[in-house]
């Protein structure tokens, strides 16, 4: 009788391990149910959101520019630009998080763990990137018109930098060809400053560009953190970054390049031109502490902290901007 009731009892521990469908998944594989306001947390969270200082600030940036240059700022322009260009942004993290998941890139350690952790499913993420991807189209509709700006001027500068998003690491996968460094170096630097200034203004300009390079060089610095962080991981994936290719001691340097240079112009902006421009060297010290970081190897946060010294950098920039006097600032 004893044997009976235990194998009665071991056979019921083995149905309540199949799930209700009876396919014998066991159900701790399958995702917790949660509430919708955890399921819009998990979304939020999913578009690295620390990330933004990216794409917001070169809208700033470029708005700026238009202000100080043509007298023009419209409201309405700088939000649908803010929005359009932040879609993007976060459908680009999005295909970056589907693309290093089904890679292998992605597990238990990685930073980003919203599916090797179930917080989201692939197929979330991928219905909530196209959507992203469609707003930020509609936003592009939206300024064509409101926005003095030609078609072909529009739709080549905010479809180059969709594309850029995407095939960072979707399609051909630039991030896995050591060539992602480059793609964020232009989308988020000289494309968006652009963006934004031609939007306001109706035309496309070349000084924007040359004001954009220190903002991208601050972006940057953010990617490649991150990316020497990963530099273990993503050689075991097999795929190449410029972190993988110049080895530790050449990434602390370039780190400290892309970090310290843009102090550099803003000094020479400052003498030759405006004090005003000499805002963003109060954040030196912080690029200091991130140095010391990086230095030591303690990458824990590091992109994060970088991010964050790229907003305020922003921020001081283009105060700098609309504080100089008329006149002041080369090409405007």
Known sequence: MAEKINIHAGETAKVEDRDLLGNGCPQQDRPPQRSWRQKCASYVLALRPWSFSASLTPVALGSALAYRSQGVLDPRLLVGCAIAVLAVH????LVNTYYDFSKGIDHKKSDDRTLVDRILEPQDVVRFGVFLYTL????????????????????LIYFGGLSGSFLYTGGIGLKYLALGDLVILITFGPLAVMFAYAVQVGSLAVFPLLYAIPLALSTEAI??????????????????TLAILIGPTLSYVLYNTLLFLPYLAFSILAVHCSIS??????????????????RSQTFNKLPQKTAKLNLLLGLFYVFGII?????????L
């Open 90 to 93: 976060g459908a680009g993290n």
């Open 136 to 155: 930020g189209c509609v936003c592009a509709a939206c300024l064509y018109c409101l926005s003095p700006l030609k078609l072909e001027h529009l739709a």
């Open 223 to 240: 990617l490649h953190s991150n990316n020497t962080r990963d530099m273990e991981s993503d050689r075991e994936a097999g795929i190449v």
């Open 277 to 294: 421009l000499a805002l963003p060297l109060l954040t030196i010290p912080m690029a200091f502490s991130l140095e010391r970081q990086f």
């Open 323 to 331: 504080l100089a006097p008329a006149g002041s600032l080369p090409k």
